[in-house]
Every structure is written in structure tokens, then in C-alpha cells.
């Protein structure tokens, strides 16, 4: 079974910056897409940025791109992001998610594509 688990979440200042990170266990070598998403108060979850571990290929949202800043450590299975610049608008539940990438196809930001997810970490933005 995948288990998920996020930290680095806490409160900022706009403009400055926040590395989240998220350990996977339980799941075995092979391609997967490892995305992150968040959910602000009264909106829908939405992708923030997907990484094909395959290929380490990154796809960003318009939203945070040229800010925020994918990476993996596969000796440590372990996603991270780093957000720079934040906003008041970033303020989210953060939350990472991982799929089976079969296909080798490009990874997508649709949450329903998704089945293991982490438990989330707060960010607040304050201005």
C-alpha cells in the first residue's frame, strides 16, 4: 500500500518562500506521475505541478509557474516543491498525490486520475 506523507507547510510573509516535501513508501520501482495539488477555503482542489519520475519531465500550473519548482530524490522517495514568491493567493491545503504511470504517457493534473494521496500540510500567505 502507497502511503504519502507531507511537511513543510506553515505561515509566511508574501513574497517569501516554503519547501514542501513528501515521502512515499510502500510502492515499488517503476514510472509514476507524482503531482501536488491544494485546495483553498471554499474551492476546489486543483493540480499545482506533476512530475513523471520516468523521465523527471515536470508539468506546472500557469498559476504558480516560473515560482514554484518540482524536484525528486529517488534515494529518498521522496517529491519536493519549492514555492518562491508566494502569495495570499497560494494560501491552500497542500497536498501530494501519486498514480501509476503504465503508459509512459505524459502525467496530468486531473485529481480523479489519482488514488494514493498524502494527508496535507497547511501554507498561509499572509500580506
Known amino acids: 500500500q502507497v502511503q504519502l506523507v507531507e511537511s513543510g507547510g506553515g505561515s509566511v510573509q508574501a513574497g517569501g518562500s516554503l519547501r514542501l516535501s513528501c515521502v512515499a513508501s510502500?510502492?515499488?520501482?517503476?514510472?509514476?506521475?507524482m503531482s501536488w495539488f491544494r485546495q483553498a477555503p471554499g474551492k476546489e482542489r486543483e493540480g499545482v505541478a506533476t512530475?513523471?519520475?520516468?523521465?523527471?519531465?515536470?508539468y506546472y500550473a500557469d498559476s504558480v509557474k516560473g515560482r514554484f519548482t518540482a524536484s525528486q530524490d529517488n534515494a529518498k522517495n521522496t517529491l519536493y516543491l519549492q514555492m518562491n514568491s508566494l502569495k495570499s493567493e497560494d494560501t491552500a491545503i497542500y497536498y501530494c498525490?501519486?498514480?501509476?504511470?503504465?503508459?509512459?504517457?505524459?502525467?496530468?493534473?486531473?485529481?480523479?486520475?489519482?488514488?494514493?494521496w498524502g494527508q496535507g500540510t497547511q501554507v498561509t500567505v499572509s500580506s
Open positions: 510502500g510502492y515499488s520501482y517503476g514510472r509514476w506521475c
Open positions: 512530475t513523471y519520475t520516468g523521465s523527471g519531465s515536470t
Open positions: 498525490a501519486a498514480v501509476r504511470n503504465w503508459s509512459g504517457g505524459s502525467c496530468v493534473l486531473f485529481r480523479d486520475k489519482y488514488n494514493y
